[in-house]
């Protein structure tokens, strides 16, 4: 059973920004591709970024060139690097396996951008 904790979310100005961890266990981490996701108020939870077993990320359109996901395998920890926040960044993020299963969900954390 896969185990995620989630921390580093806050409030923060647009423009400002966040970095976002997630510990891992219960899974061989360096065998596992990791995701973020977020859920904004009203809307259904997305994918925001995923980072493959061998370090390859890939991130959504919408984030591209202002988030960036990465590992580090002797921390089993995923991170998100937030710059550029903007309002519509405001959400709640968690991280899971990707794909994701739905049992691995932790609480979350919670990022809110003020214009």
């Known amino acids: 059973q896969v185990h995620v904790v989630e921390s580093g979310g806050g409030l923060v100005q647009a423009g400002g920004s966040l970095r976002l961890s997630c510990v891992v266990s219960g899974t061989i981490f360096s065998r596992t591709a990791m995701g973020w996701y977020r859920q904004a108020p009203g809307k259904q939870r997305e994918l925001v970024a995923n980072v493959f077993e061998n370090g390859i990320p890939n991130v959504k359109d919408s984030v591209k060139g202002r988030f960036t996901i990465s590992r580090d395998t002797a921390k089993n920890t995923v991170y998100l690097q937030m710059n550029t926040l903007k309002p519509e960044d405001t959400a709640v993020y968690y991280c899971?396996?990707?794909?994701?299963?739905?049992?691995?969900w932790g609480q979350g954390t919670q990022v809110t951008v003020s214009s």
């Open positions: 899971n396996t990707f794909p994701f299963f739905t049992n691995y």
